[in-house]
């Protein structure tokens, strides 16, 4: 079982669509990251969260964190082709050692 | 300044040999992550090393072994190659343990195709 499930685990979409990716666990994190990997490249950080209930935004990315700590989601507005990639949601535990990885959601934009 | 670089990007092995992966941290980062993925899976943690320690070990077989160096460059090795052990394997370093939730600076990773 996955310390962190991410929902869909595929999503394909077209320009200009709305999206929501979902990261959820029924344990509390510290903090909360999301990255996005292109092919052939690493994941990238895109932000870090840690207040319950904390929204941010990235241009047309926005993010926010659980108020209980436990979730968080990514909504992305009017996707674009660059936007394509795979989103991974990466968390701390209060009590953990070291970051876990969900398994990530395959989003492709088409043109 | 240079990013995270792995050593090689490509390589094929055939099973029952044994490889090992070479990561460059980002010059002052002491802490390395090393992960595997595969599709489907995400990235599955095999260790991290802190200022040549291993603060955290994976679920992996013993076959899968690490190390880091004064320099903070890591090396990971992979005995007795399954077909399964095929994957990208992706190093990560940072300035802190990966526990402090800091950001984790990525390498483009190994490919490792075992026939």
């Known amino acids: 079982t996955q310390l962190l499930e991410q929902s869909p685990q595929f999503l394909s979409i077209q320009e200009g669509e709305n999206l929501t990716v979902y990261c959820n666990s029924s344990s509390v994190f510290s903090s909360l990251q999301w990255y996005r990997q292109e092919p052939g490249e690493g994941p990238v950080l895109l932000v870090t969260v840690v207040t319950g209930g904390e929204v941010k935004k990235l241009k047309r990315l926005t993010f926010q964190f659980g108020d209980a700590r436990k979730d968080s989601s990514l909504h992305i507005t009017a996707a674009q082709p660059g936007d394509t990639g795979l989103y991974l949601c990466a968390g701390v535990q209060p009590s953990g050692s070291r970051l876990t990885f969900g398994e990530g959601t395959q989003l492709t934009v088409n043109p | 300044k240079a990013g995270v670089t792995q050593t090689p990007r490509y390589l094929i092995k055939t099973r029952g040999q044994q490889v090992t992966l070479s990561c460059s941290p980002i010059?002052?980062?002491?802490?390395v992550s090393w992960y595997q993925q595969t599709p489907g899976q995400g990235l599955q943690f095999l260790f991290e090393?802190?200022?040549?320690?291993?603060?955290n070990k994976g679920n992996f077989p013993g076959r899968f072994s690490g190390r880091q160096f004064s320099n903070s460059r890591s090396e990971m090795n992979v005995s007795t190659l399954e077909l399964g052990d095929s994957a990208l394997y992706l190093c990560a370093s940072s300035l802190s343990p990966s526990g402090n939730g800091g950001e984790l600076f990525f390498g483009e990773g190994s490919r490792l195709t075992v026939l």
């Open positions: 010059s002052g980062h002491r802490s």
């Open positions: 090393y802190f200022s040549e320690t291993q603060r």
